[in-house]
């Protein structure tokens, strides 16, 4: 009998511990690997405190994952941390009464906190126009130039700085026998949104969408058509090859088919795994010479976690307490070393340079350089745009429109900022 009431006691005891925990549900668009990686985090953070348990849930890609939280809010069942991509970012600004913004949350709860200690590149994208952060960053990259060591050895050149050398560069690998000079990823993200930020040009008025929304595009400029149409030269002889919207181009540079590609930093894992026969290595973006002298800082891709109102003052305790535990140096650098995607602290960059992953992984610094090597300026500090998943479509179908040979750069950029501009004044009327 005795036995028995201590059992019970103890299983008592235990429940009330399980209860005491108080839950924070964290939805998310991370699969495979990536999602594995996810739920060990969310495992630390468990088993390094007794009062909070996050409990991921995998909602699919980044658009299903964002669908799915809107929805989920009007039900009024709503997650209280949502990770929504970049390109979200002004429809969940424009979602009122949804979004405790972090600056906010970590104030409230008393969390220690300085978005000081955060990657400026990296904040400036989902902050306010006074530097105070809305969303907690997780996940961040930009793109980068990777190359084959071997192509260019033969060839005898360094990897490219400027376009103007990706020209020259381009034009011994043809005679050298390659098929093709290199290929992109992501057009509207390499091509014309991170080609504005580095050649420090506006991408659109109103400081690229960040003062208000009766912004306009304006990647229609001289600038740009002349790069389009420069592009759209060397598409012809072979100097470029495009490869399709997304990242459907990297089997040309797997295979050796082209001898550079650009895409995002958080492909490294990916290239490294998926190359055939031949050493590469990763270089800075390219930037037109004779357009600016010094390059500004690229922009990120990737999405940040989103707090979502609707819940406890205890649940939020806990979000805060997870949102620090994440930007650990410890749990960064892992996360960054793992993924491929940027650290978001200084602290996570310099922990992983001492402990020698730069040294042993050369190139996977490269994107971290890029991103800081200036303070951002209003051209250079992000997008924020209503619409813009569909913005970026119109402007895959425009560029679509210059390869195939039936446009000029100079109609197709103008078409896209028309059409584009005419789902602005959409989203502005929504939201106004």
């Known amino acids: 009998m005795f036995r028995k009431t201590v059992g019970a006691l103890a299983l008592s005891l235990l429940a009330v511990q399980v209860q005491a925990s108080t839950e924070v549900e964290w939805w998310h668009a991370m699969g495979g690997r990536l999602g594995e990686k996810v739920n060990e985090i969310a495992e630390k953070f468990n088993a ?12 699919g890609n980044y658009t299903e994952t964002m669908t799915a939280a809107i929805a989920a809010f009007r039900a009024k ?42 990657l400026a590149a990296v904040t400036g994208y989902y902050s306010t126009n006074d530097g105070k952060m809305l969303s907690m960053p997780f996940n961040s990259s930009t793109p980068v130039l ?15 700085k400027t376009w103007e050398e990706m020209g ?96 995002s930093s958080a492909s490294y894992a990916g290239v490294k795994s998926s190359i055939q026969g ?18 500004k800082n690229t922009i990120i891709g990737g999405a940040t976690l989103w707090t979502l109102k609707g819940h406890t003052p205890e ?3 806990g979000v805060a307490k997870f949102y620090t535990f994440l930007s650990s140096p410890e749990i960064q650098a892992d996360w960054h070393q793992f993924t491929g995607y940027l650290p978001i602290t200084h602290a996570a960059a310099e922990l ?21 090597s200036g303070t951002p300026t209003a051209n250079s500090k992000g997008l924020r745009l209503g619409n813009f998943v569909q913005i970026r479509d119109i402007i895959n179908e425009e560029l679509e429109n210059v390869w195939a040979g039936k446009a000029t750069a100079k109609d197709a950029l103008d078409n896209a900022v028309k059409r584009g501009n005419v789902l602005l004044r959409k989203f502005e009327r929504n939201n106004s």
């Not at 949350?105 to 955060?118: I, R």
């Open 278 to 295: 031949f050493e590469f290595g990763v270089s800075e973006l390219p930037y037109w010479k004779e357009a600016i002298s010094t390059p």
């Open 168 to 263: 020259s560069v381009g034009r011994k690998l043809l005679d050298a026998g390659y098929k093709c000079g290199f290929t992109t990823g992501w057009q509207s993200w390499v091509q014309l949104e991170n080609f504005s930020a580095r050649h420090d040009i506006p991408f659109a008025t109103k400081n690229n969408g960040f003062s208000g929304l009766d912004t306009e595009l304006a990647f229609n400029s001289p600038l740009h058509v002349k790069h389009i149409a420069q592009l759209a030269e060397w598409q012809k002889t072979g100097i470029f090859s495009y490869g399709g919207r997304r990242s459907d181009s990297a089997p040309k540079f797997y295979t050796g088919e082209c001898a550079m590609y650009m895409n």
């Open 77 to 118: 069942k709503q997650p209280a941390i949502v990770q929504v991509f970049e390109v979200g970012t002004a429809t969940m600004m424009s979602a009122k009464g949804a979004v405790y913004p972090t600056y906010e949350l970590m104030a409230d709860t008393q969390e220690p906190f300085n978005s000081a200690d955060y």
């Open 315 to 317: 649940e939020y305790k």
């Open 48 to 59: 390094s405190q007794s009062d909070y348990v996050v409990k991921p849930v995998f909602k």
């Open 352 to 372: 992983t340079k001492q402990q020698g992953f730069y040294a042993e992984n050369p190139g996977t610094d490269v994107a971290i350089r890029q991103m800081t």
């Open 146 to 160: 990777y190359y084959n060591k071997d192509a260019l050895a033969k060839v005898g050149v360094e990897p490219p």
